[in-house]
């Protein structure tokens, strides 16, 4: 199995389109952040966990789940990277391969004394458009099968059975 654990705040500020987005709304960063995750996790078959800084907010560690992507914002007076190093030590075993996403030098050392790998936010940023184009290609390959038929049959005959179809005429 392979888990990927995404530092959430360091990633928005990294990604092009997210750094914009943080100063006018926040919010909509993050959301926009656990999407591409999730296409992530959909299409790379990894468990993917997001963590976002909550350290100067009081209360809980509140998880949840959107898109199923594992969402954590953490507890009072913890940070992501605190955070990030407990998730690393409690998943990291002989069947689990964990990467942290985070441009973090300094965490990245100490998640690799863990024997976790990273990925720079930069890494991710080019994995995830990668992944975009890769599901673009395949619908359109999708789209060329969908569209044969058994019967040869010229555009201009199914262009007519189109508009017969939608009772055009």
């Given at each position: 199995?392979?888990?990927?654990?995404?530092?959430?705040?360091?990633?928005?500020?990294?990604?092009?389109?997210?750094?914009?987005?943080?100063?006018?709304d926040l919010d909509q960063a993050r959301?926009?952040?656990?999407?591409?995750?999730?296409?992530?996790?959909?299409?790379?078959?990894?468990?993917?966990?997001?963590?976002?800084?909550?350290?100067?907010?009081?209360?809980?560690?509140?998880?949840?789940?959107?898109?199923?992507?594992?969402?954590?914002?953490?507890?009072?007076?913890?940070?992501?990277?605190?955070?990030?190093?407990?998730?690393?030590?409690?998943?990291?075993?002989?069947?689990?391969?964990?990467?942290?996403?985070?441009?973090?030098?300094?965490?990245?050392?100490?998640?690799?004394?863990?024997?976790?790998?990273?990925?720079?936010?930069?890494?991710?940023?080019?994995?995830?458009?990668?992944?975009?184009?890769?599901?673009?290609?395949?619908?359109?390959?999708?789209?060329?099968?969908?569209?044969?038929?058994?019967?040869?049959?010229?555009?201009?005959?199914?262009?007519?059975?189109?508009?017969?179809?939608?009772?055009?005429?």
């Amino acid at each position: 199995m392979v888990v990927l654990v995404v530092d959430g705040y360091n990633i928005i500020g990294d990604w092009p389109e997210l750094k914009v987005l943080k100063d006018k709304d926040l919010d909509q960063a993050r959301n926009i952040l656990i999407e591409k995750m999730a296409e992530y996790q959909a299409y790379r078959g990894h468990r993917v966990i997001v963590v976002f800084d909550a350290y100067h907010v009081r209360g809980t560690e509140t998880k949840y789940k959107n898109y199923h992507v594992d969402v954590i914002f953490t507890k009072e007076n913890e940070t992501a990277d605190e955070c990030i190093e407990r998730l690393v030590k409690d998943i990291k075993n002989v069947k689990t391969q964990v990467y942290v996403a985070t441009s973090d030098y300094t965490e990245q050392r100490t998640i690799f004394a863990q024997g976790a790998l990273r990925k720079s936010a930069r890494e991710l940023y080019i994995e995830t458009n990668n992944i975009q184009k890769e599901i673009e290609e395949e619908i359109k390959e999708h789209k060329k099968v969908q569209s044969s038929t058994k019967i040869p049959i010229k555009q201009d005959i199914l262009d007519v059975f189109e508009k017969w179809r939608r009772g055009e005429k």
